[in-house]
């Protein structure tokens, strides 16, 4: 596998974090109390995917690090650190969690466009569902919500969520299929990739 150089892999990580913290002006409110939708939990899905575990997770710490160091990267213009005590904390930290364990799954495609549709939509749901089951303990812990409050409190998300993930899940197959080194392979021809 070709090893990216350290500068492309820290260009394509400030990019990204660039991209979410750009997305924080984009929010709508919902019936959960104090926690928005979003695009930000999508592009941090899409960097999972297109980037991979390990430099997804360096988005994910990168845009955590900014926001407790004060910088408004949050919906609403919030940081990091002003919200750490309320009900979004748990989504925070799955911000984190969700683009490394994703993007692992993702770079496990096998290297036909079949393979790597599903793994990447695989990839995808996982990624989501990290950020719920964050988003659960966090709810529970700082909304004074029971267990299965909180996992309830997730349904206002699903529609939405489910329609960023499907566009996430396509941009990334179309980036993957377009610069397959990416993931450190070569470009599949159709004969190799018949024989897959």
């Known amino acids: 596998m070709k090893k990216n150089s350290v500068a492309t892999d820290i260009a394509y990580v400030a990019v990204f974090t660039a991209l979410i913290i750009v997305f924080a002006f984009v ?15 999508a592009v941090i899905t899409l960097a999972g995917l297109v980037l991979g575990g390990r430099r997804g997770f360096f988005v994910g710490l990168l845009f955590i690090v900014l926001g407790l160091v004060g910088l408004p990267v949050l919906a609403g213009g919030r940081s990091v650190i002003s919200a750490l005590p309320g009900p ?14 994703g993007g692992a799954v993702a770079y496990r495609a096998p290297r036909n466009k ?7 939509t695989v990839a995808g749901f996982v990624s989501l569902l990290i950020q719920y089951a964050c988003g659960t ?60």
């Open 27 to 41: 929010s709508i409110p919902s019936p959960v109390s104090g926690v928005p939708i979003v695009i930000q939990n």
């Open 114 to 120: 079949t393979g790597l549709a599903i793994m990447i």
């Open 137 to 196: 303990v966090g709810l529970a812990l700082r909304a004074g919500m029971g267990w299965g409050e909180a996992a309830l409190a997730q349904i206002p998300f699903l529609g939405p969520d489910a329609l960023k993930l499907v566009i996430m899940i396509i941009i990334a197959i179309g980036v993957h299929s377009a610069f397959p080194d990416l993931m450190g392979r070569k470009p599949v021809t159709k004969k190799a990739e018949s024989a897959a």
């Open 88 to 101: 979004t904390v748990g989504y925070i930290v799955g911000y984190l969690i969700s683009p490394a364990i």
